[in-house]
């Protein structure tokens, strides 16, 4: 999801949320934990925008596991001890292969991880153990990676709609919006048919006449 709102705004939201805590952050261990992930998440973003690209990923990894921490501390879903993080909950093995296919696999759902955790709160499904995803297929998943291909592989990357050029009066199913950063080869193709198979891949998006 993307939010169109100024990164310093955003995080004067949150710093506020510090002293009026959401949820079951209100008091005790979580307001706590609540408070100091928060604080220690914005530092480490802070930080990585100003390091180098070798240690830019870590700080960004950890920022994000401190963010995780403070939206299970605050989660009403979450109760008792079950907003307690034990581990990372998702890991990488295959390091002997090439670099876009690295394996990624998560903890089974249900478990203490902290991704496993914060997937289920967010209503987002884990694939477990059993299941294998490629680092490229992850890479892919990120706008800021559009350009930057690390194979020649078809690709399924983010497609970008905006709200700023919906055809219509007042927001309504059935109305249209214009949707950007289609790759170049379904556009180099030409077709009807190049596109519905692209689009296959993106579950949400219904392909009407």
Not at 31 to 59: C, D, I, N, S, W
Not at 66 to 82: F, H, N, S, T
Not at 106 to 129: H, I, K, M, Q, Y
Not at 132 to 145: I, K
């Amino acid at each position: 999801m993307y939010m169109q709102i100024d990164p310093l705004e955003a995080w004067e939201r949150l710093r506020a949320s510090r002293s009026s805590r959401p949820g079951r952050a209100s008091g005790g261990a979580r307001a706590k934990t609540y408070a100091t992930a928060l604080e220690q998440a914005q530092h480490m973003f802070k930080a990585a925008e100003v390091v180098g690209p070798q240690t830019r990923p870590l700080l960004v990894f950890y920022g994000l596991s401190q963010a995780g921490r403070a939206i299970a501390a605050a989660a009403v879903d979450l109760k008792g001890e079950d907003w307690n993080q034990t581990s990372h909950g998702i890991r990488a093995s295959g390091h002997h292969l090439d670099f876009a296919d690295i394996e990624i696999r998560t903890d089974p759902a249900g478990t203490a991880g902290s991704f496993v955790r914060l997937s289920e709160l967010l209503r987002s499904t884990v694939w477990g153990n059993d299941t294998v995803v490629r680092l490229e297929e992850v890479w892919d998943t990120l706008p800021a990676n559009l350009q930057y291909p690390l194979t020649g592989r078809k690709r399924f990357t983010p497609l970008c709609a905006s709200t700023d050029v919906i055809r219509g009066i007042d927001f309504h199913p059935l109305l249209t919006v214009e949707v950007g950063d289609i790759l170049d080869r379904v556009v180099d193709a030409g077709s009807r048919t190049a596109l519905d198979e692209f689009l296959q891949s993106y579950r949400a998006v219904r392909i009407g006449s």
